[in-house]
């Protein structure tokens, strides 16, 4: 029997599978390249919620960039400290503000002038002075799906050079403001080093002039967005990707902020599920399992590829056919047009590279419970997440009957 399949016996599936061994080796590969200079990585909340994959990065030493105040609060509990938490979000609501700051997190990184005048108040209310970044949009073609691309004019993120000088110029001038970083992130899923390094340049520059004014920025914080390999991406050499951010800030004492979600877990996770059943139409082979979109929607929402092997098939004979869910929508699939041996009830298929965007995507759609978590660490595998029952879905509701 297989790793996976022990697993999948032992826990049934769907189900999601994360090797936190992997999530060291890449932290740790990262923290090396930046070693040269002062710097902090904090993992995207985002990509991977699961209390137990925050505390493990919290055992790294990572912080985290959260984009809401539950994502926050997530950090907080799983033992990030406070000092290592960003902020970030395009629409923070006045309690959601005024909870990170009574939290004394590290920043909030706002993203217009508007978000800067609530929060402006919002401090001066709670007689505080408010850490801030602004997240500037270098209005750099990231290279990636137009849904994951963000640092583009035509994206709702960030603001233009100009409106961050008026911005930054009227936080150092207020009683309840403390401007102390500049932010950008231009996508994910990027696989090129050269956009970073364009934007890199371009903050860079900004920064010098900020400096001139006598603001004093103390972190310059270059997103996320590295991509993974899905299926025969060319990757981005890590150092080389280092080293542009680090050229672009020549002469600047400035903390580095690096915030990875998808490099950092994307390789590590696997979705297993089991087939149901093969249907044949006369023109098409499909493939029906008991995973589905709504427990992995990246395939149906972006199109996104995820390589996936039949487990104990090696070697056999393969046609092509569509793997798919039981959700009643057209859009429910994992594959289409991939090439699968002859498959029978119970027979498991992997789904790789699916530790980013995965569960955390995952909805109760079609009153389907979400699925169970399992970590893999030092060789010994151990629950972090149990399968939702009828009972819990519906438990919200039921109350109010």
């Known amino acids: 029997m297989t ?95 005024e909870e990170a700051l009574r939290n004394d997190i590290l920043m909030l990184n706002l993203e217009s002038e508007e978000e800067m005048k609530r929060v402006e108040i ?26 994951i691309s963000t640092g583009l004019h035509e994206n709702k993120f960030g603001v233009d050079i100009e409106s961050a000088k008026r911005m930054y110029i009227h936080a150092k001038n207020s009683l309840s403001l403390d401007p102390v970083g500049i932010h950008f992130h231009i996508g994910s899923q990027i696989t090129e080093v050269n956009p970073f390094k364009e934007a890199a340049e371009v903050l860079a520059n900004l920064l010098r002039n900020l400096k001139a004014l006598k603001i004093d920025i103390k972190f310059f914080d270059v997103g996320g967005g590295i991509g993974i390999q899905y299926k025969e991406e060319e990757t981005i050499a890590l150092y080389e990707y280092a080293q542009s951010i680090f050229s672009a800030l020549g002469g600047l004492d400035v903390t580095l902020v690096c915030e990875p979600g998808r490099y950092l877990v994307g390789d590590c996770g696997y979705f297993l599920t089991k087939v149901l059943y093969e249907k044949h139409n006369g023109f098409k082979r499909f493939v029906i399992v008991d995973g589905a979109m709504n427990d992995l929607i990246r395939p149906s929402l972006y199109q996104a590829y995820h390589a996936i092997e039949a487990e104990g098939k090696e070697g056999a004979e393969k046609s092509v056919c569509d793997v ?27 789904v790789k590279s699916a530790g980013a965007y995965g569960f955390t995507m995952s909805s109760n ?16 595998d151990r629950l972090i997440r149990r399968r939702e029952t009828f009972e819990d879905v519906i438990a919200l509701e039921k109350a109010c009957l």
């Open 3 to 97: 790793k996976f399949s022990a697993l999948a016996q032992k826990y049934g599936t769907p189900l999601y599978v994360y090797n936190f061994d992997t999530i060291t080796q890449k932290f740790s590969a990262l923290k090396e390249v930046f070693k040269a200079r002062k710097s902090l990585i904090c993992f995207a909340v985002k990509a991977n919620s699961n209390l137990s994959v925050l505390h493990h990065m919290a055992h790294l030493g990572a912080g985290c960039d959260c984009v809401s105040i539950g994502e926050v609060k997530r950090a907080l509990f799983a033992g990030i400290p406070k000092y290592k938490i960003i902020f970030s979000g395009v629409g923070k609501r006045d309690d959601e503000i």
């Open 365 to 380: 759609y079609n009153t389907r419970s979400r699925v169970a978590e399992v970590a893999l660490q030092n060789g010994e």
């Open 324 to 350: 798919v869910g039981p959700v009643c929508e057209s859009g429910d699939f994992f594959a289409k047009n991939i090439e699968l041996p002859a498959l029978e009830h119970d027979d498991l298929l992997v």
């Open 122 to 147: 919002i401090a001066e209310k709670l007689g505080v002075v408010a850490r801030i970044s602004i997240r500037v949009n270098p209005n750099i073609d990231p290279k990636t799906h137009p849904y």
